[in-house]
Protein backbone atom coordinates (compact mmCIF):
# COMPACT_ATOMS: atom_id res chain seq x y z
CA UNK A 1 0.00 0.00 0.00
CA UNK A 2 3.09 2.68 0.91
CA UNK A 3 4.30 1.76 -2.36
CA UNK A 4 1.49 2.38 -4.40
CA UNK A 5 1.46 5.21 -2.86
CA UNK A 6 5.23 6.10 -3.34
CA UNK A 7 4.73 5.10 -7.30
CA UNK A 8 1.75 7.77 -7.55
CA UNK A 9 3.52 10.47 -6.00
CA UNK A 10 6.42 9.69 -7.93
CA UNK A 11 4.11 9.41 -11.16
CA UNK A 12 2.46 12.82 -10.34
CA UNK A 13 5.54 14.33 -9.86
CA UNK A 14 6.82 13.27 -13.04
CA UNK A 15 3.86 14.82 -14.50
CA UNK A 16 4.72 17.95 -12.59
CA UNK A 17 8.38 17.81 -14.02
CA UNK A 18 6.61 17.45 -17.49
CA UNK A 19 4.50 20.20 -16.93
CA UNK A 20 6.63 22.25 -15.54
CA UNK A 21 9.35 21.53 -18.21
CA UNK A 22 6.50 22.29 -21.02
CA UNK A 23 6.01 25.85 -19.43
CA UNK A 24 9.87 26.46 -19.20
CA UNK A 25 10.66 25.46 -23.15
CA UNK A 26 7.70 27.61 -23.58
CA UNK A 27 8.58 30.27 -21.79
CA UNK A 28 11.80 30.34 -23.69
CA UNK A 29 10.37 30.34 -26.57
CA UNK A 30 8.65 33.75 -25.65
CA UNK A 31 12.00 35.07 -24.44
CA UNK A 32 13.52 34.45 -27.85
CA UNK A 33 10.98 35.83 -29.66
CA UNK A 34 10.96 39.07 -27.46
CA UNK A 35 14.74 39.14 -27.34
CA UNK A 36 14.33 39.39 -31.49
CA UNK A 37 11.82 41.54 -31.76
CA UNK A 38 13.47 43.90 -29.39
CA UNK A 39 16.39 43.56 -31.78
CA UNK A 40 14.70 44.79 -34.63
CA UNK A 41 12.98 47.64 -33.03
CA UNK A 42 16.57 48.53 -31.73
CA UNK A 43 17.95 48.05 -35.39
CA UNK A 44 14.95 50.29 -36.65
CA UNK A 45 16.00 53.25 -33.93
CA UNK A 46 19.96 53.12 -35.03
CA UNK A 47 18.31 53.32 -38.47
CA UNK A 48 16.39 56.03 -37.65
CA UNK A 49 18.47 58.05 -35.88
CA UNK A 50 20.97 58.15 -38.30
CA UNK A 51 18.13 59.54 -41.18
CA UNK A 52 17.52 61.98 -38.50
CA UNK A 53 21.28 63.02 -38.23
CA UNK A 54 21.53 63.15 -42.10
CA UNK A 55 18.55 64.82 -42.33
CA UNK A 56 19.75 67.61 -39.92
CA UNK A 57 23.00 67.65 -42.03
CA UNK A 58 20.90 68.27 -45.25
CA UNK A 59 18.85 70.97 -43.18
CA UNK A 60 22.07 72.87 -42.22
CA UNK A 61 23.50 72.60 -46.16
CA UNK A 62 19.96 74.41 -47.06
CA UNK A 63 20.07 77.06 -44.66
CA UNK A 64 24.17 77.92 -46.28
CA UNK A 65 22.81 77.88 -49.28
CA UNK A 66 19.81 79.98 -48.72
CA UNK A 67 22.04 82.48 -46.76
CA UNK A 68 24.50 82.91 -50.00
CA UNK A 69 21.16 83.15 -52.29
CA UNK A 70 20.12 85.59 -50.02
CA UNK A 71 23.52 87.57 -50.54
CA UNK A 72 23.33 87.03 -53.69
CA UNK A 73 19.67 88.51 -54.23
CA UNK A 74 21.13 91.59 -52.45
CA UNK A 75 24.08 92.01 -54.27
CA UNK A 76 22.08 91.86 -57.45
CA UNK A 77 19.99 94.23 -55.75
CA UNK A 78 22.52 96.73 -55.53
CA UNK A 79 23.52 96.17 -58.74
CA UNK A 80 20.05 96.78 -60.11
CA UNK A 81 19.72 100.01 -58.19
CA UNK A 82 23.26 101.95 -59.17
CA UNK A 83 22.67 100.78 -63.06
CA UNK A 84 18.82 102.59 -62.97
CA UNK A 85 20.75 105.50 -61.45
CA UNK A 86 23.39 105.25 -63.98
CA UNK A 87 20.68 104.97 -66.72
CA UNK A 88 18.47 107.66 -64.72
CA UNK A 89 21.58 110.01 -65.15
CA UNK A 90 22.13 109.27 -68.75
CA UNK A 91 18.81 110.27 -69.64
CA UNK A 92 18.32 113.12 -67.67
CA UNK A 93 21.73 114.48 -69.87
CA UNK A 94 20.16 113.89 -72.94
CA UNK A 95 16.63 115.91 -72.04
Given at each position: ????????????????????????????????????????????????YLMVQEAGKGVAQLQVDVNE???????????????????????????
Open positions: MLEEKLDMLMKMMQAMGTDIQKRFDGMEERLTSIDERLQRVEEKTDASLREEVEYLHTKAVEHDKKLFKIEKRIH
